[in-house]
Nanobody, 115 residues
């Protein structure tokens, strides 16, 4: 079992920045991939950014050049730096890890971008 806790969400004006954090319980051993997803009201959950154990990184086209995913395996943490935020980035952001072929999700953190 892996427990995940996100933090760092909040209300920000368009053009502003936030950094989300995701703390995972236990050791980072066996975690194959980590990712950030988001879900806006009335929309499906979508993957925003992901990072594999080998360090391969994926970004959704909508956030390329603005968001940066990173991780600290020594602390079992993952981060999402979000710059130049837009109102369309408003959503609940979730972190996910894959360990032993199982997916684990956090409870989500709200990000609201005002115009």
């Amino acid at each position: 079992q892996v427990q995940l806790v996100e933090s760092g969400g909040g209300l920000v004006q368009a053009g502003g920045s936030l950094r989300l954090s995701c703390a995972a319980s236990g050791s980072s051993f066996g975690i194959n991939a980590r990712a950030w997803y988001r879900q806006a009201p009335g929309k499906q959950r979508e993957m925003v950014a992901g990072i594999s154990r080998d360090g391969n990184i994926y970004y959704a086209d909508s956030v390329k050049g603005r968001f940066t995913i990173s991780r600290d395996d020594t602390k079992n943490m993952m981060y999402l730096r979000m710059n130049n935020l837009k109102p369309e980035d408003t959503a609940v952001y979730y972190c996910k890890v894959v360990r032993a072929s199982s997916d684990y999700w956090g409870q989500g953190t709200q990000v609201t971008v005002s115009s």
